[in-house]
């Protein structure tokens, strides 16, 4: 009875026993679970630790790269500030030099100042001179106008005794030489150029007055003129003139006998290499055929050939239909814009 008690006993202590057993294994197992689910952790956070290891090496290469290029740029500041402190001292030439040119440009306005004050003194002076001189030159033509206009007066003087006609003509031909140079005095005395006569206006006058003296019969022989708006200087307008005189004279003498009518034509205008030409030209009888001018007994026309080669100019002359005298010569000073002749 005791020993089925103590089995018995034997058996609940072993029962109880399996049953801690069981219960010690549940927890190792749940132990291992636990275990294995922090090696899993453990596996996870080693995992994690690797990957902030990579990320601060990472860092840590950045962070020396960024050592080197911070190095790199303190380098660069360092040269930027030699740089600089180079290009202050530049800067403060440059400025030291251009407040030298404020100077000089001070000094020079000055000297400038002077100058052109000197200047408009100078063209003060000038002016008052030309004026001078003008008022002088405007009172030489009046009164190489006036003298000639007494020439031309005492010829007529001259002229009254005389009874013998190739006297009188003589002397009427030259008084009409005296009174083409007068002329040209009393333009160039009203005019506000001193040194060039208006030919076409010049021209106008003068073949009127030639007209008057010789006493042509009005409507019978008429003067065209084509002539250009051109002033002539001094010294091309008086042989011109004369030249206008000789001819004009003898063709209302000579070129339209009994009382025949015609047309007398004066041109001046420009032809080849700009130069001058001036055409005399009638539809009279004409010349004498054959007929040289250079050796003729006739004053006037060695004059005209006289007065051409003053002008320097080139002589044609025609006696068919009528009488053609062409000079053409250079322009010298000239006036106003000119067109050509056909």
């Known amino acids: 009875m005791s020993i089925s008690l103590s089995a018995l006993e034997y058996g609940k202590a072993l029962v109880n026993i399996l049953d801690d057993f069981a219960g010690e294994k549940a927890h190792l197992k749940a132990t291992q679970a636990a275990l294995l689910n922090i090696l899993k952790d453990f596996s996870g956070e080693r995992q994690q630790l690797r990957a902030t290891q990579t990320a601060f090496m990472n860092i840590l290469e950045d962070g020396r790269t960024e050592r080197l290029r911070l190095e790199a740029t303190e380098a660069a500041v360092l040269n930027i500030l030699d740089d600089s402190s180079a290009e202050k001292d530049r800067l403060q030439n440059i400025q030291k030099a251009i407040f030298n040119i404020l100077d000089d440009l001070h000094v020079e306005k000055g000297n400038l100042e002077e100058t052109r004050n000197q200047l408009v003194r100078s063209a003060q002076e000038v002016r008052v001179s030309l004026r001078e001189k003008e008022i002088l030159l405007q009172e030489v033509h009046h009164r190489v106008k006036n003298n000639l206009q007494v020439i031309s007066s005492l010829i007529s003087l001259q002229l009254r005794p005389i009874k013998d006609q190739v006297s009188r003509e003589s002397l009427q031909a030259c008084q009409a030489r005296v009174q083409a140079i007068s002329l040209i005095h009393a333009m160039l005395y009203q005019s506000k150029d001193y040194a060039s006569v ?77 130069r001058l030409q001036l055409l005399i030209e009638d539809n009279g009888v004409g010349m004498p055929r054959g007929l040289n001018i250079r050796q003729t007994q006739s004053l006037g026309m060695h004059l005209v050939c006289a007065l051409a080669e003053q002008l320097g100019a080139e002589l044609e002359v025609s006696g068919d239909k009528g009488t053609s005298f062409k000079f053409i010569f250079d322009a010298g000073e000239s006036g106003k814009e000119e067109r050509k002749l056909p």
């Open 198 to 274: 208006p030919f076409s206006e010049y021209a106008r006058i003068l073949a009127g007055n030639i007209f008057e003296t010789v006493g042509t019969r009005p409507g019978y022989i008429s003067l065209e003129r084509d002539i250009n708006d051109v002033a002539l200087p001094v010294d091309k307008a008086i042989p011109c003139g004369l030249i206008l005189n000789e001819l004009i004279t003898n063709a209302l003498k000579h070129g339209f006998p009994e009382g025949r009518r015609g047309i007398i034509r004066v041109g001046l205008g420009t032809v080849r290499g700009g």
